[in-house]
């Protein structure tokens, strides 16, 4: 389904040194966020009637220990009975110190469509190392030049944990590059509205950030994400907003079922 597959970009940025804030008595080790999900748009009740209009979603953070273990972020989004029924899968791997994205893959499967990308991203050789898995079972390989002069290519994961890294000091439009389906397209991570948002039966404040295609660009993003991050240490991502056309899929945080850590800048 081009709604989400298209909004891909999968987050997580990193930063240069890092420490992990936790309350007591937690690990380090990593977070995992669930949410529900549901369609939303003039397109809701077209796509019904062959994909699930609603659903569970679960975002997990893993931070392996050493200096050089890249972080690894992973967006699983399911329907209402579970994997089996079919989902959409995004995968980020990105680089502690060097703020980039290492490894992007991102796959779906509905009924008999299926459907498998990744990316290894290669910024020594300037190289995009690119595997695609067909519905057959066979794999298509291929290998694409990275842009002259970007060494920090962000995919939809990158990003997300880009703005919940600097989300108190964003206070006007960024621009970068988004990397999608072996494509690069100029974008621009800008600040929303502050809003009031109801997890666990309370009240949580959280500004909005939204990612769309940069104007003037030579290629148009075709996809676009709106994220709202807690205020507090936590900035955690209590919504999530992935859009293509006329529909888009929202995402909304019901539970915290490990440690909520954000790494926070020496």
Not at 42 to 58: D, I
Not at 68 to 86: K, M
Not at 105 to 110: D, E, L, M, P, T
Not at 178 to 200: A, C, D, N
Request: aromatic residues 8%; positive net charge; charged residues 25%.
């Amino acid at each position: 389904m081009k709604l989400i597959r298209s909004g891909v970009v999968a987050l997580a940025l990193v930063m240069s040194s890092a420490a992990f804030a936790a309350e007591p008595g937690c690990s380090p080790s990593g977070e995992d966020f669930r949410y529900s999900w549901r369609l939303t748009g003039g397109a809701r009740f077209l796509a019904g009637l062959v994909f699930p209009t609603s659903g569970a979603a679960n975002l997990r953070t893993s931070f392996p220990q050493g200096a050089d273990a890249a972080i690894r972020s992973e967006l699983l989004i399911t329907s209402p009975n579970g994997r089996q029924g079919g989902f959409y899968s995004y995968e980020s791997d990105i680089e502690r110190r060097a703020n980039r994205t290492l490894i992007t893959s991102h796959g779906y499967a509905w009924g008999s469509k299926s459907r498998h990308e990744r990316a290894v991203l290669d910024y020594e050789k300037g190289l995009a190392r690119l595997e695609k898995k067909t519905p057959e079972g066979g794999v298509e390989n291929r290998v694409k030049k990275l842009p002259e002069g970007d060494r920090q290519l962000r995919d939809m994961l990158t990003a997300i944990w880009y703005l919940r890294q600097e989300s108190p000091r964003i206070t006007g439009p960024v621009q970068t590059n988004i990397y999608s389906s072996g494509k690069e397209y100029p974008v621009i991570f800008r600040p929303l509205e502050r809003r009031s948002f109801e997890v666990g039966g309370k009240a949580t404040m959280a500004r909005g950030f939204e990612i769309v295609g940069a104007p003037g660009g030579k290629k148009k993003w075709p996809g676009g994400v709106k994220v709202w991050i807690s205020e507090d240490d936590r900035r955690t991502p209590v919504r999530i907003e992935i859009s293509q056309g006329l529909a888009a899929l929202q995402l909304d945080l019901r539970s915290v079922e490990a440690c909520s850590l954000i790494a926070r800048l020496q």
